[in-house]
């Protein structure tokens, strides 16, 4: 059961987050922000893969410079909100490139690498301007006033894991509090305490949780590469996500040497989708494969419908509304196969011995056999078929 997440509606460029607005994905660029042309385009691409919010560095003078150029690219194609993120130095880029605060959708502010004066001067261009912010704290920045003296006072009492989750929490409650006190309100400020370990990040986001009612950004900073990557950031952000905590998060992943940026967003859906919380591309339900499986046309079938999917999604997205709700099941042996075959909406069951014989089932009933060496040919025939008949206009 999902509970109420925020009733605080945060408003982000053309996004609405938190309230009962839907978790929204983000992403962040990681091209040099002063480089207009592939900063703007990688922006373009991310939005393309489904990341609804992108953030870009803003550590310079070049980079704040940068903004207006880069937005005028961006609105040309995409109303993607941008969020700056700002560090040491946020308050003086603002305060110099005023077109940036202004044209920014929201800033993120690290109370960990912005004194007082930043963080205030930060909030009142905020306020001025009318633009939400993100408190970003983050394990690799925390800040060491807060820990020393929470460590200071707990030292007999708690483990050092357990004072560092608190000055996460404490970093992020006492910032928010300070922009609340500058002016801005509920509805301009969104959380997040971000650690890469995964347990002390459900801690730190269950806690602000319980002692807030501010939107949340989720995250596993610096989760890592690769499957390891994923499954870590799996694992937090599902545990998070089904407690109806977290209103809009990022998958933090470490792309490999000239691989796409926008992995982390495709790792980001399939977050969402696997829990059920959004769809975004027809289901495959596929048998892993075991003993009574002689061969492995049931995998090079799986396979083949997946890439069907993939190649035809963004013509079916277009055509057929509604079929990224689709469940089709590729099954290898009677065990379970006609079991799963009419749980989904369209299924195939081999028999497990021989591969030149299957039952394919529609809306759960048998629709017929098929039988030969073109078995493949004729399901994806049939599916097609299915799809145009299901989700005609
Ligand atoms: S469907 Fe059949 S072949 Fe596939 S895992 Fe289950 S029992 Fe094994």
Redesign the pocket.
Do not use: A, D, Q, Y
């Given at each position: 059961m999902i509970k109420q997440r925020t009733s605080h509606t945060v408003n982000i460029g053309t996004i609405s987050i938190g309230g009962n607005f839907p978790i929204a994905i983000q992403s962040m660029t990681n091209t040099p922000t002063e480089n207009v042309k592939e900063t703007s385009q990688q922006i373009l691409d991310l939005n393309a893969a489904g990341a609804q919010i992108v953030r870009i560095t803003i550590n310079d003078i070049k980079a704040a410079l940068a903004v207006p150029k880069i937005i005028e690219i961006v609105r040309k194609k995409s109303s993607v909100p941008l969020v700056g993120d700002f560090h040491f130095n946020g308050n003086l880029l603002l305060q110099k490139v005023p077109e940036c605060a202004q044209l920014l959708d929201k800033y993120r502010i690290n109370p960990g690498n912005a004194d007082n004066k930043n963080f205030r001067e930060m909030c009142e261009i905020a306020l001025k301007n009318q633009k939400p912010i993100r408190i970003g704290v983050n394990s690799g920045s925390l800040d060491q006033k807060i820990l020393n003296k929470l460590t200071e006072k707990n030292i007999k009492t708690k483990s050092s894991e357990e004072i560092f989750v608190e000055a996460m929490i404490a970093s992020c409650l006492t910032s928010a509090k300070l922009a609340e006190s500058i002016g801005l309100n509920k509805n301009q400020i969104v959380l997040s305490g971000k650690v890469s370990q995964t347990q002390q990040m459900i801690a730190v986001y269950e806690a602000l949780a319980q002692k807030s009612d501010y939107a949340l950004h989720l995250g596993l900073t610096e989760a890592g590469s690769g499957e390891s990557g994923i499954i870590q950031s799996t694992s937090a952000l599902s545990i998070l996500l089904q407690q109806g905590i977290g209103d809009t998060f990022r998958v933090s992943l470490t792309p490999t040497p000239k691989s796409s940026r926008t992995k982390e967003v495709e790792v980001a859906q399939m977050i969402l989708q696997s829990l059920e919380l959004k769809h975004f591309r027809p289901k495959v339900i596929s048998?892993?494969?075991?003993?009574?499986?002689s061969g492995d046309y049931?995998q090079k079938l799986t396979q083949c419908v997946n890439k069907k999917i993939d190649q035809e999604l963004t013509r079916w997205k277009t055509k057929y509304p509604g079929i990224e709700n689709l469940k089709i099941a590729v099954?290898?042996?009677?065990?379970?196969?006609p079991g799963?075959s009419t749980h989904c909406d369209i299924g195939i069951?081999?028999p497990?011995r021989g591969e030149n014989f299957a039952v394919v089932f529609q809306d759960g009933k048998k629709l017929c056999n098929l039988k030969g060496n073109d078995i493949e040919e004729k399901f994806l025939k049939i599916l097609e078929d299915y799809i145009k008949e299901k989700y005609k206009d």
């Open positions: 048998c892993p494969g075991c003993g009574r499986t049931f099954m290898g042996c009677v065990v379970n196969g799963e069951s081999l497990g």
